[in-house]
């Protein structure tokens, strides 16, 4: 059959292997395949942040990783820092850290943002060295390509992928027009 | 714009032979007995990161995993191919639909007259060369490769119609 099918859905679930900010009943959830090597993924980050403090409790944001390994020689690595920064419960401050610096992504400044965010630098270098992080990523990366996911950044806006503009009003709006939608 | 009507799937995919670099032709035929994803495009350096080919060229090993060929296929010439695979690292081969202008993408159903390039346009074809799906994306919006894998996935898991 030939189809021209409507936008792309979400194939895992967010859950509890995802890093989520936001309340868990929140009325949207807003999940990003992204690359911290990605200059557009870098243009993306302060709008998310703009977006969520508008929106506040009523959004919750989950962040996956989809490297373009290819394209963007230390997008694997960076975003296996930002899982072993998870691991000891500093995921976000990490993302953070990345996408601010995303001139510096070489594997001693990862070490270096470790020690900034008070790691334990040794378990963190040792995890990262030892590709711990590696088979998660890929799991990440997979669960994109089976959801659509086109390229970097891609949003979805409860499960739904979000094929038009994300700078901060079309984004915002998409992202009210699904809230009213749940009520 | 009129719509474009792919060739649907069941369809005998058309054998074409093309220019895939500067001294070699691949065929459709080459690839009998094995999948091919036939992905045409509009052209040749689209200025994003995570283009069409580029997010492709990362999925590669997923359409391998099911012994797929993909063949990326413009009516940009095989010089400009050359360098677009060279500048984005592409690991599969571009064919230049170039002479006559489009002659593949029009088989297919899936030249833009007036425009004078191809719709963005997905065909996966088993290996005894049948259509097994088909699909046209919106110009501007990159198919990704979930269809791709779902279709693959069928063809598989079906195998062949006797």
Known sequence: MTRRDAAAELTLPVGKRDHIQGPVDAAVTLVEYGDYECPHCGRAYPIVKAIQQRMGPRLRFVYRNFPLRESHPH????????????????????????????????????????GDLGLDVARFRKELEGGVYEPRVREDFRSGVTSGVNGTPTFFINGARHDDSWDVEPLLSALEEAAAARR | MADAHPLPAGSQAPD??????????????????????????????????????????????????????????????????????????????????????????????????????????????????????????????????????????AVASEGSPA
């Open chain 1, 75 to 114: 997008a694997q690595q960076a975003a296996e820092a930002a899982e072993a920064a998870g691991a000891q419960g500093k995921f976000w401050e990490m993302h953070d850290r990345l996408f601010e610096r995303q001139f510096a992504l070489d594997g001693e400044y990862l070490i270096e943002y470790a």
């Open chain 2, 16 to 153: 074409f032979r093309l220019q895939s670099a500067p001294d070699q032709t691949a065929s459709l035929g080459d690839y009998r007995g094995q999948p091919v994803i036939l992905a045409f495009y509009p052209a040749d350096w689209s200025p994003v990161c995570g283009d069409q080919m580029a997010l492709y060229n990362e999925v590669l090993s997923e359409f391998e995993g099911y012994g797929a060929k993909l063949l990326g296929i413009s009516v940009d010439g095989v010089w400009c191919h050359r360098a677009f695979a060279d500048g984005r690292k592409l690991h599969f081969p571009l064919l230049a639909d170039f002479e006559p202008k489009g002659a593949v993408a029009r088989r297919y159903g899936v030249y833009r007259d007036g425009d004078g390039f191809s719709e963005r346009a997905l065909f996966v074809i088993d290996g005894d060369g049948i259509i097994r799906w088909s699909y046209v994306s919106p110009i501007g919006v990159n198919p990704g490769a979930d269809g791709i894998l779902r279709a693959l996935d």
